[in-house]
C-alpha cells in the first residue's frame, strides 16, 4: 500500500515519517517511533489504555490514523516527566497514592488526568470519576487514582499559587 | 544518625521491612511509560502472527485454501493442521489432562477456534492476509448447554470416540468428561433425610472472563546458530512453560529460555498455554526469524481463559434452631470443547470441596461432573485459587436461603455455625485442614463497624415506605463470612503436569551489602519487587531498597511454578525468608568470627550481630556481607548466598468479613452500592498499602462479576459479549469507595504467618454483592436469582414478584 509522508510534534519533538493512509496512530507512536508508553487494550476506543493528548484534548490513538493529526501537537506520557528526568506531579502522586499496581492502563490514566486538570484545576470527586470514566483499570478499583489526582490538583494549585 | 545512636526501632523502620506501607519500586518505570510488555519487544526483522478463527461453534472444516493469503506481498507462511501434524504439534496436552486443537483438525468445536496461522512482515499484513484464507465449513449440531450435552447424541469430541476412562475417572457418555466426588455420600444423604429442615436450591455460577487490560501473546525468537529458543510472553507460570515447550516441541529444555516482562494484569487468563505460543514457536523454527502474536480483545474474551459457569444444586440440612447438619452439592460443569482447566492434576474440579465455608458442618457430600459443550475451553482461576470463588459463592448463598427457610437473621445463622478459634486446626467434612482462624471476632467487628442492626432497622423502616407509597428504591444489606485455601501447595497432593507446586527464592548478598533476589513467581501488578524485598529485610537486616527482586527470565530465576491461585506469598513469599535465615544462619558464625567469640554467644539485633550481654560489641549485616568476600574465614567458603526451594506443609486459609450496602431502583433495576465494608484477615501483613490496594480493586472485580459481566452465548453458540461494548468492565463512575480493615491471625506454619490476599476480594466480594440483591427482595418473596444481576435482570426480579403494580 502507498504511503504518505506525515509530520508532527511528539513530546516537543519534531518528528516526521512515512506511514499508509490506514496506520493507526498508536501503531505509529509504538512501532514507529518507539514510543511505547500509550498500550493497546481494546482497539474499539473503550478502555483507554492508548490515551494521548492532540493540541489540548484526550484522544484515543488505538482509532485514530496518524493522517488525522498531520501537524498536530501530541503529548504521552512519556512527555509529562520533568525536564531534569524526575517524575511529574501526576506521576509522583500516583505512586504516592498507590494509583497503580500493574501499571497497564497507567500511561493513559495519567495523560487522561493530566487534560482533565486542565480543563478542571479544581475537580471534586464526583468530577474525577467522570471526567476518567473512559480509562479503565482493572487492579485498583480507581479509589487510590482519585486519590492520587485529587492530591496532584493540590499540589499543582500550590505551585501555581506559589509562583504567582 | 550512625548505627550506634539510634534505637533499635529506628533501625528497624530504616529497613522497611515488614508492616511497611512502602512505596511500589515498579512505579518510577510504569509512570513514565517505560514498562516493558510483550508487546513493546521489538527484534529485528521480526515477523507477525495472526489467526484465522472458526465463525462457527460447532462445524467440519471442510477445506482450507490458503493460495490468495500467500499471494498478498509480505506474507511469509500460512500454517494449518495439515502443517503441523508432521512435527506432532497440530494437537496439545492442555491442563487437565485432556488434549486441545492448535489449529482445527478437520472441525471447530467452538466460535473462535484457531483455525490458520497466518505469518507475515507486519500485522496489518497478516490481518489482510487472514481475511484472504478461504475455509469452507460444514455446519453441525450445536450443543450450548451442559445439560442438553449430557442427553443429546451429538458427539462434539469425535476423537475420544468409545473411549469410556478419561485422565479423571470413567465417562459416563460421550460428552461427558469426568465425575469427581468428595465427601460421605450416604451418611450426607441419611443426615438430609433425618433434618428439621433441608433448603434446597440451583446455584449458577455464570460463565465470564479474567480479561487482563493486556491481552495475552508472545515473542518466539529462534536462533539458529546457537539453536537456542527465546520465548517472551505473558506467563504467568514461566518456568512451567518452559518444561511444557520442551516436551511438546522436542527442543532440549537448557536451550529454551523463556521470559515473561512486564505483565499487564493476569487474573489467571495467562497460565495456560495457548494456540497463539505454539503456532509462533513453530513459526519461528520455520522461518528463522522472530515471530510475535498478540491477540486482540475480541480474541481475548472468546478463545482464551473463560471462569466459573458451574451450576451448583445444593441442599443444606439444619436443626429448627439453626444449627448446620449437613450439606450436598451437585455441580455440572461446563468446560467448553476441551477441558483445559487450569486445576491442579488431583483436583478437576480445583478447591470447590472448600464449599463448606467457614462453617462447622459435621457431614457433606460433593460430586462435580465435567461436560463437553460448544464453548470456548478455559476454566481458570480468575482471581481465585482453583474453582474457590464458585465453594464461596455457592455456601454463602445456601446460607441465605437456610435463612430465608428457617426466617432467621442472616447474621445470626452464620454466627451459630461457625468454626470456633478453639477448633483450629479443623478438619472439614470434605477434606481440607484449615490451619487458623477466628472468625467470631472477625464477624462481630464488622456487623459492629456497619452497625448492623441500625441498618436492618433502617431496611424494616424502608420496607413500610415502599408499601405506603412513599419510595421506589429498596436497601439490601448483602452479607458474606468467607474462607479461602490457598498457596498451593503442598507436592505431596499438588501438581500441575507433573510439577510438584513447591515455590522458590534465591539470594544473593553484594559484598557493599546490598542484594538481589530472584524467585520462580512472576508479578501481574502485585508488586513483588516491593514486598518480597521487605521479607528479606527484616529477615537479614539490609535495607530493601538495597535489595532488587528479578522474577520471569528461567535462565537466571531458580524454578517455580509461577503466580496464581494466591500462591506467591504463601509459597514463595516461605521460600524467600526460609533463604534469607539460610543467610543469616552463616552471617552469625561470620560475625562470631569477627567478634572472636563461639557462635552461640551472639544474637540477632534487627540489623546486627551483638555480643550477648555486650550490645555494644557488633557487627552489622554490611559489615558481615563485606567479610564474606575480604576474609578467609576457617571452615567456611568465601560469598553470602542461598537458595531455597519451599514446599509448604498445608495450605493457608486466609478469611473476611464483607457486608455491602446497596439501594435498588425497583422501576429501572439500577444499582447504586451505598457502602461497602471489607474485613480481611490475611495473617501477617507485609505492606497494608499493597493489601488495602488489592482489596479495592479485587471488590472492583467482583462487582463487575455479579453485576453486570459475563460471557453470553445464544443458542447458535456466538458469543454476545465479544467486546468491551458488552462485556462489562467497571468505569471510575460506576465503582464505589470501600473500607477496608483488618484482623491479624497469622498462619501457624507459614515461616512469617503470612497468607495471601490477592484474591480474598474477589471470592468475598461475589457473595456480598450477589446477597444484597437478594436482600433487597427478600421480604417480598425471592429466594434466589442468577447473576449478573444486570439492570435488567434486576427489573425481572421486580416485575417477576409483582412489583411493577
Known amino acids: 500500500m502507498s504511503k504518505m509522508h506525515v509530520k508532527l510534534t ?97 500511561p493513559g490514566m495519567i495523560t487522561r488526568a493530566h487534560r482533565l486538570l486542565q480543563e478542571n484545576p479544581n475537580p471534586t470527586e464526583e468530577e474525577i470519576r467522570f471526567g476518567m470514566a473512559g480509562n479503565l483499570c482493572r487492579c485498583t478499583g480507581y479509589q487510590n487514582i482519585v486519590k492520587a489526582i485529587s492530591a496532584s490538583a493540590d499540589m499543582l494549585n500550590a505551585q501555581k499559587e506559589a509562583a504567582e | 544518625m550512625n548505627d550506634q545512636t539510634m534505637t533499635p526501632e529506628e533501625r528497624a523502620a530504616n529497613l522497611k521491612g515488614l508492616g511497611s506501607s512502602r512505596k511500589r519500586v515498579e512505579d518510577v518505570r510504569f509512570t513514565q511509560g517505560k514498562g516493558n510488555y510483550v508487546d513493546d519487544i521489538k527484534l529485528d526483522g521480526m515477523l507477525f502472527g495472526a489467526f484465522v478463527r472458526s465463525p462457527y461453534a460447532h462445524a467440519r472444516v471442510v477445506s482450507v485454501n490458503k493460495d490468495a493469503a500467500m499471494a498478498v506481498p509480505g506474507v511469509v507462511a500460512v500454517l494449518t493442521a495439515e502443517d503441523l501434524a508432521p512435527l506432532g504439534l497440530h494437537w496439545m496436552p492442555t491442563l487437565a489432562g485432556d488434549k486441545q486443537m492448535v489449529l482445527a483438525d478437520g472441525k471447530v468445536l467452538f466460535q473462535g477456534q484457531e483455525v490458520a496461522y497466518v505469518v507475515a512482515e507486519n500485522r496489518y499484513i497478516a ?301 472439614s467434612a470434605l477434606g481440607w485442614e484449615y490451619d487458623s482462624g477466628d472468625y467470631h471476632t472477625a464477624w462481630d467487628k464488622a456487623l459492629k463497624a456497619v452497625d448492623y442492626e441500625g441498618l436492618r432497622a433502617e431496611q424494616a423502616q424502608r420496607i413500610e415506605d415502599f408499601k405506603a407509597g412513599k419510595t421506589r428504591k429498596l436497601l439490601g444489606i448483602g452479607l458474606t463470612h468467607f474462607t479461602e485455601i ?111 567469640v563461639h557462635d552461640d554467644d551472639v544474637e540477632w539485633d534487627v540489623d546486627r550481630f551483638s555480643v550477648k550481654g555486650a550490645p555494644e560489641r557488633f557487627k552489622t549485616m554490611k559489615e558481615i556481607a563485606f567479610a564474606a568476600y575480604n576474609q578467609a574465614i576457617p571452615g567456611l567458603e568465601p560469598g553470602l548466598e542461598a537458595v531455597s526451594y519451599y514446599d509448604p506443609p498445608n495450605m493457608t486459609y486466609p478469611f473476611g468479613a464483607y457486608i455491602c450496602v446497596m439501594e435498588i431502583d425497583v422501576d429501572t433495576g439500577e444499582w447504586d452500592v451505598r457502602q461497602f465494608y471489607a474485613l480481611d484477615d490475611c495473617g501477617t501483613r507485609i505492606n497494608p498499602m499493597i493489601i488495602e490496594g488489592q482489596v479495592h480493586g479485587g471488590v472492583t472485580e467482583a462487582l463487575a462479576i455479579a453485576m453486570g459481566q459475563e460471557i453470553a452465548y445464544d443458542e447458535m453458540g456466538n458469543v454476545k459479549t465479544g467486546t468491551l461494548m458488552d462485556f462489562f468492565l467497571p468505569t471510575a463512575w460506576e465503582t464505589p469507595n470501600y473500607t477496608t480493615d483488618h484482623t491479624v491471625t497469622p498462619s501457624p506454619h507459614h515461616p512469617i504467618g503470612a497468607k495471601g490476599v490477592g484474591e480474598s476480594p474477589n471470592v468475598g466480594g461475589v457473595p456480598a454483592f450477589s446477597n444484597a440483591v437478594h436482600d433487597a427482595f427478600r421480604p417480598f418473596g425471592l429466594v434466589q436469582s442468577h447473576m449478573p444481576h444486570d439492570h435488567w435482570r434486576i427489573w425481572k426480579i421486580a416485575n417477576g414478584l409483582g412489583m411493577h403494580g
Open chain 1, 10 to 106: 511528539v513530546n516537543g519533538k519534531e518528528v516526521e515519517g512515512l506511514a499508509e493512509p490506514r496506520t493507526l496512530l498508536i501503531h505509529f507512536l509504538r512501532e514507529d517511533l518507539k514510543i511505547t508508553g500509550p498500550h493497546i487494550g481494546c482497539e474499539t476506543s473503550h478502555c483507554g489504555a492508548c490515551t494521548v493528548d492532540i493540541d489540548g484534548k484526550s484522544v484515543k490513538s488505538c482509532t485514530t490514523f496518524v493522517a488525522q493529526v498531520n501537524g498536530a501537537d501530541v503529548t504521552t506520557v512519556e512527555g509529562l516527566t520533568n525536564d531534569d528526568g524526575s517524575l511529574g506531579v501526576l506521576q509522583e502522586m500516583f505512586r504516592e497514592h498507590h494509583g497503580l499496581q500493574c501499571g497497564f492502563c497507567t
Open chain 2, 486 to 596: 490457598v498457596g498451593a501447595g503442598p507436592v505431596k497432593n499438588c501438581d500441575i503436569l507433573g510439577l510438584g507446586m513447591f515455590d522458590s527464592c534465591e539470594i544473593r548478598i553484594h559484598p557493599t551489602g546490598s542484594a538481589i533476589a530472584r524467585l520462580g513467581t512472576i508479578s501481574q501488578g502485585q508488586g513483588h519487587a516491593t514486598t518480597f524485598a521487605q521479607i528479606i529485610a527484616s529477615e537479614i537486616g539490609l535495607p530493601a531498597d538495597d535489595i532488587t527482586l528479578e522474577e520471569g527470565d528461567t535462565d537466571t530465576a531458580p524454578y517455580g511454578l509461577g503466580t496464581y491461585g494466591s500462591r506467591s506469598t504463601p509459597v514463595a513469599g516461605a521460600a524467600t525468608a526460609m533463604a534469607a535465615r539460610k543467610i543469616r544462619a552463616k552471617a552469625q558464625m561470620i560475625a562470631a568470627y569477627l567478634l572472636e
Open chain 2, 127 to 427: 490481518a489482510d492476509a487472514a481475511e484472504l484464507v478461504e475455509v469452507d465449513y460444514e455446519e453441525l449440531p450445536v450443543l450450548t448447554d451442559p445439560f442438553e450435552a449430557l442427553k443429546s447424541d451429538v458427539v462434539l469430541r469425535e476423537d475420544l470416540a468409545g473411549q469410556t476412562e478419561g485422565a479423571h475417572g470413567p465417562r459416563k457418555h460421550h460428552n461427558h468428561i469426568f465425575t469427581w466426588e468428595q465427601g460421605d455420600k450416604d451418611a450426607t444423604e441419611a443426615v438430609l433425610g433425618e433434618a428439621d429442615v433441608v433448603a434446597e436450591e440451583m446455584v449458577y455460577y455464570h460463565r465470564t472472563h479474567p480479561c487482563p487490560l493486556e491481552t495475552c501473546g508472545c515473542v518466539a525468537s529462534m536462533d539458529k546458530v546457537t539453536g537456542k529458543l527465546t520465548l517472551y510472553g505473558t506467563f504467568q507460570a514461566p518456568h512451567a512453560i518452559r518444561t511444557v515447550v520442551s516436551l511438546i516441541s522436542g527442543l532440549a529444555e537448557h536451550n529454551i529460555r523463556v521470559i515473561s516482562p512486564d505483565i499487564g494484569g493476569g487474573f489467571g487468563n495467562k497460565v495456560g498455554a495457548y494456540a497463539g505460543y505454539v503456532c509462533s514457536v513453530v513459526a519461528s523454527i520455520v522461518t528463522g526469524q522472530p515471530v510475535k502474536w498478540v491477540e486482540n480483545r475480541m480474541e481475548n474474551l472468546m478463545s482464551t481463559a473463560f471462569a466459573r459457569d458451574y451450576w451448583m444444586q445444593g441442599k443444606i440440612a439444619a436443626t429448627k434452631d439453626g444449627k448446620i447438619t449437613g450439606l450436598w452439592c451437585h455441580t455440572t460443569a461446563d468446560h467448553g470443547g476441551f477441558d483445559a482447566c487450569a486445576d491442579p492434576t488431583k483436583f478437576p474440579a480445583g478447591f470447590m470441596n472448600i464449599c463448606t465455608g467457614s462453617y462447622d458442618i459435621p457431614t457433606a457430600y460433593l460430586a462435580v461432573d465435567g461436560v463437553y459443550t460448544n464453548k470456548a475451553p478455559g476454566g481458570v482461576a480468575y482471581r481465585c485459587s482453583f474453582r474457590v470463588t464458585e465453594a464461596a459463592y455457592f455456601i454463602e448463598r445456601m446460607i441465605e436461603v437456610l435463612a430465608i427457610k428457617l426466617n432467621m437473621d442472616a447474621a445470626e445463622l452464620r454466627r451459630i455455625n461457625f468454626i470456633r478459634k478453639d477448633q483450629f486446626p479443623y478438619q
